[in-house]
């Protein structure tokens, strides 16, 4: 992940998966062999001509120097070898030079340190230095055999050793039930229920706004069948309204994938209010609700219309629909994506089409009435009833049922309680691919190298054919998910009184209740939605992953606060980036630097916890900065530009 500098936020990148980052490392940038594939580069490099760089590329690849050629071009062939030679020899010059010193500074370090700082070492100095009268010979043999040989693994030993992360936060822990039994009656930091920054509120929505004709559609139908979560399935969604629009083709209305991850047969018209999503953008798209009837009988594979992921790379350009995607439209009047994950790149796009992505995330995807009115009585008892509504309500749950939040017989001077929610993004499909461990010992291995074969085939694979990075890699790059014992260390170490409201979303957390035993007993007033709504309330919901996963996502973007665990997690980002585009400034998100965070908390042996707080506010307040939407990041997450909001400065 790209990290903050000391003063200024950089977006994470932990949304990058192992899976991509070893692809990215071996091979171009899709997932597969595909019919749409383009020249590689060695060929374009090879054949830009009979300048330098030809020339190396062709010595390097061995081909024959020797044809007859111009003796121009021969001293430059010679030229290049020489120059290329002198750069190895300067490099491992250097490269020698540096390890010496390094092994040099090293060792007068370890002897500058002495044994001052290996209170073992020097434990066993002193046992063995104090006259012992009645100790025989044998012993003394032994004890100097044993001082020797702690001597010789403490030099093995020299320079910074790696520390592992072996799953418990014994110390910590105990020093956070402390603090937090003793500053029960303590204020909260104001800045943990509010934005810190007064430019927040200078930005304001606008991706309702266009400057457009309506688009007619005649170049074809597009259909798309969304894989992954409800969240993954939301991006596809507006992805393929941006493409349908550039190819001026009309969209027949999305179908969503059953997975065997979140086994959910929920469509689009389950979750979102079809004639909302094509009424409003009506003006942008022509969307029909099915095909015509003389294109239903289409055998779309036979004909070659249908178009896995396997065949656009991950987030393609506006060209490569133009090049590959149009041609075949225009030629069978109708291409069904299926999958269409990740598909789109965020930059360089036109300024109206990525207004459109936002406009259709932000105002076209409205969830269905039964919904609406469960999230709606979810974001009341989680207020303990209230005579306000906050500034996403009514986008959230609609005007109709927005009015459920108030309590009708609260008076005026009634204050609603404040919640904070935390998406604890830890169940065991997350666990599993991250690659990360989390104190579970063989049993923990055994079960998700089980999981891994059973639902991520291609990432097992992986593991078994390359090289990855250790659990203890991935957790310093901190590339890993909290678990729930660094949630609660974070929330205390940030200042959270023991009273405070907790609102857990999420399902199934990896290890059950007694993984959530460090939460519950510093943060006794934890809730999820199952404690929240009755059984007759849930009913409707029941076997419906994605349907409960939407109602999670609507009780964190209504909290006071909300705090993300995983930034790389679909449901914190478009968290994060609905309450930026409706909070009015006035909702904020807390969000770790979760490299730093790891390096805190690998200190858990050690450090204080006064440090340990000072350094985690420090963390947290270090990413609250209002940030403007860097190039090529999701517009979902960081709707703050030109394209979405309005900035009034």
Not at 76 to 93: M, N, Y
Not at 104 to 113: D, I, P, T
Not at 572 to 582: D, N
């Amino acid at each position: 992940m790209a990290q903050e500098k000391q003063d200024e936020e950089k977006p994470e990148t932990s949304d990058v998966r192992i899976q991509d980052r070893i692809q990215a490392a071996s091979s171009p940038t899709r997932l597969g062999p595909t019919r749409f594939s383009e020249v590689l580069a060695g060929d374009k490099l090879k054949n830009t001509g009979s300048g330098l760089i030809g020339s190396i590329w062709s010595w390097i690849n061995g081909e024959d120097l020797n044809r007859p050629v111009k003796r121009g071009k021969r001293k430059r062939i010679r030229t290049a070898k020489t120059a290329a030679c002198v750069i190895g020899l300067v490099a491992f010059f250097i490269f020698v030079n540096w390890f010496m010193l390094s092994q040099l500074h090293e060792g007068r370090a370890w002897l500058r340190r002495g044994f001052s700082k290996k209170p073992n070492l020097n434990r066993t100095l002193s046992m063995n230095s104090k006259p012992k009268p009645d100790l025989n010979p044998s012993v003394k043999r032994a004890s100097v055999k044993v001082s020797v040989t702690v001597q010789h693994v403490e030099k093995k030993k020299m320079g910074k050793p790696k520390k592992k992360y072996n799953g418990t936060y014994g110390r910590l822990l105990s020093f956070a039930a402390h603090a937090l039994a003793e500053g029960q009656n303590k204020l909260e930091p104001k800045e943990l229920w509010r934005e810190p920054k007064d430019q927040a509120l200078a930005w304001k929505p606008c991706a309702d706004q266009r400057s457009w004709k309506p688009s007619d559609g005649k170049n074809g139908y597009i259909m798309v069948t969304a894989n992954g979560g409800i969240n993954q399935q939301r991006v596809a969604v507006c992805n393929i309204v941006v493409v349908a629009r550039m190819l001026n083709a009309t969209l027949v209305v999305p179908k969503f994938m059953f997975s065997d991850v979140w086994t959910d047969a929920s469509q689009f018209g389950d979750i979102y209010q079809v004639e909302h999503f094509i009424k409003y953008l009506s003006p942008d798209i022509r969307i029909v609700k099915k095909l015509p009837k003389e294109l239903q009988s289409l055998d779309l594979e036979a004909i070659g219309s249908v178009v896995t992921d396997m065949d656009v790379m991950k987030e393609a350009k506006p060209g490569f629909y133009m090049k590959h995607i149009l041609p075949l439209l225009l030629k069978n009047r109708v291409v069904h994506f299926l999958g269409f994950g990740n598909r789109l790149a965020f930059d360089p796009i036109p300024f109206q089409l990525q207004r459109l992505r936002c406009r259709c995330n932000f105002h076209a995807l409205n969830f269905v009435p039964k919904i609406q009115e469960t999230g709606a009585i979810l974001v009341r008892r989680l207020r303990d009833s209230g005579s306000h509504l906050a500034p996403v309500d009514s986008y959230l749950v609609g005007p109709k049922f927005a009015s459920f939040i108030l309590d009708k017989k609260a008076g005026p001077l009634h204050k609603a309680s404040k919640y904070l929610a935390v998406h604890l993004r830890f169940e065991i499909d997350m666990v599993a691919h991250s690659l990360c461990y989390f104190g579970g010992g063989d049993a923990e291995k055994t079960e998700l190298d089980a999981y891994r074969e059973q639902h991520f085939p291609t990432l097992a694979n992986l593991t078994k054919t390359k090289k990855m990075p250790s659990p203890d890699d991935l957790r310093t790059e901190g590339l890993c998910p909290l678990s729930p014992e660094e949630a609660v260390l974070m929330l205390a170490g940030l200042g959270f009184n023991r009273k405070t409201r907790v609102f857990i979303a999420g399902a199934n957390i990896y290890g059950g209740m007694k993984r959530l035993a460090a939460l519950t007993s510093l943060f006794p007033n934890l809730v999820t939605k199952e404690n929240i709504l009755s059984e007759t309330e849930l009913e409707p919901f029941k076997n419906h992953s994605s349907q409960l996963a939407v109602l999670d996502f609507i009780a964190c973007a209504a909290s006071d606060a909300f705090a993300m665990t995983d930034s790389g997690s679909q449901l914190s980002s478009l968290v994060s980036g609905y309450r930026i585009y409706f909070g009015a400034g006035k909702m904020p998100t807390i969000r770790p630097n979760k490299r730093r965070f790891s390096d805190i908390l690998l200190k858990n042996n050690t450090i204080e916890w006064k440090v340990f707080e000072q350094r985690v506010r420090k963390n947290v307040r270090q990413t609250k900065h209002v940030l403007v939407r860097p190039p090529g990041r999701s517009v979902y997450r960081y709707p703050r530009c030109k394209e979405c909001m309005c900035s009034e400065d």
